[in-house]
C-alpha cells in the first residue's frame, strides 16, 4: 500500500541511491577488506548479490506499473514483450559497456590493478538515470488523464 501512494520517480530514486552502499561493498571484497573483518569471499560475494537483485526487482515493478497505465487496451502482451526485449536490450548494451571499459582499464585475469576503480566506475553508472526522472512524473501525470471525445476536455481517470 506505501509504495502505490509514492511517485514512480520517487521509487526509482530512493531504490537506485539504496543500491549504492551495496554495490559499493564490492570495494571491501576487491580490497580484501572483509576478510579482515572475518566474513568470507563467498558470504560476503552471495550477500551482495542477493541485496542487489532485491533492489533491481523492486525498481523494476514502477516500470511495469507505469507501462500498465499508459498501455491501450488489446496491446497489453505487445507492451510487456517490448518493454522485456528493451529490457534485455538495455542488459546486453550495459555489459558490452562494461567490457569496453574494463578492456580501457587493462583489467584482465591476471591484472587488478585498476579493478577498483572499474567498480567505481561501474557503481556511478547507475546514476546516469537520475537526471531524467522527472520525464517519469510528466508522463505518469499524463497517463492519469483520459480524453472524454472530441472537443472535450480531459478528465482524471479511476482505474
Same mark, same amino acid.
Given at each position: ?39 568470507? @569471499?563467498? $558470504?560476503?560475494? &552471495?550477500?551482495?548479490?542477493?541485496? !542487489?537483485?532485491? +533492489?533491481?526487482? %523492486?525498481? #523494476?515493478?514502477?516500470? /511495469? ?47 587488478? @590493478?585498476? $579493478?577498483?576503480? &572499474?567498480?567505481?566506475?561501474?557503481? !556511478?553508472?547507475? +546514476?546516469?538515470? %537520475?537526471? #531524467?526522472?522527472?520525464? /517519469? ?23
Amino acid at each position: 500500500r506505501f509504495l502505490k501512494e509514492q511517485r514512480i520517480s520517487d521509487v526509482l530514486l530512493w531504490t537506485c541511491l539504496a543500491s549504492l552502499p551495496p554495490a559499493f561493498l564490492q570495494l571491501a571484497l576487491v580490497t580484501h577488506a572483509n576478510r579482515a573483518v572475518g566474513i568470507p @569471499d563467498t $558470504l560476503f560475494a &552471495l550477500g551482495d548479490d542477493v541485496v !542487489l537483485t532485491v +533492489l533491481g526487482q %523492486v525498481a #523494476f515493478m514502477p516500470t /511495469l506499473v507505469l507501462a500498465a497505465k499508459l498501455c491501450p487496451p488489446g496491446v497489453e502482451g505487445t507492451l510487456f514483450a517490448l518493454l522485456m526485449s528493451s529490457y534485455n536490450a538495455a542488459g546486453i548494451l550495459g555489459s558490452e559497456i562494461g567490457a569496453g571499459i574494463t578492456k580501457a582499464l587493462h583489467v584482465t585475469e591476471s591484472n587488478f @590493478d585498476n $579493478l577498483g576503480l &572499474l567498480v567505481v566506475i561501474c557503481n !556511478l553508472s547507475s +546514476l546516469l538515470p %537520475v537526471p #531524467f526522472l522527472g520525464l /517519469l512524473d510528466e508522463v505518469s501525470d499524463a497517463s492519469l488523464m483520459e480524453p472524454e471525445g472530441e472537443g472535450e476536455e480531459p478528465r482524471e481517470r479511476t482505474s
